[in-house]
């Protein structure tokens, strides 16, 4: 007999023992994903899921989530905290070593280490 499983706003994905909730949403222009947590990330709505697009930004925002679970970054409305040191967060864009980078800048280590992941897989 078969079944409906409902309109949940997630798909239920486990990657290399990561079980990640992954939200597909509207986001800003510009903005692929985002992770929300150790748990969940969101991804674009506007991205096909068979894309290859679909797939770096789900490693990507993998990275972060999995990198927030470990307690190794954290993320709060004004700061953002890696390896218990913390940066200034404001306007859309963090205080790293005494420069303001736009959130996101591929100069963020934290921001590195996601786009190694978007081709590597976390």
Known sequence: MGFK????????????????NIL????????MGEAVDGNTIIVNDKIPTNS???K???????????EMKSGKIAYG???????????PRKNGKIKYNGKWYPEGDKNLPWEKR?????????
């Open 77 to 87: 409305d004004d700061w953002v905290r890696e390896n218990c040191k913390t940066y």
């Open 114 to 122: 996601a786009i190694k992941a978007e081709k590597n897989g976390i």
């Open 52 to 54: 290859k697009m679909y």
């Open 24 to 31: 597909r949403k509207p986001l800003k222009d510009g903005v």
């Open 56 to 66: 770096r930004v789900v490693n990507h925002e993998a990275k972060h989530a999995e």
């Open 5 to 20: 499983l409902g309109k949940k706003p997630y798909i239920r994905n486990i990657r290399e023992g990561i079980n990640l």
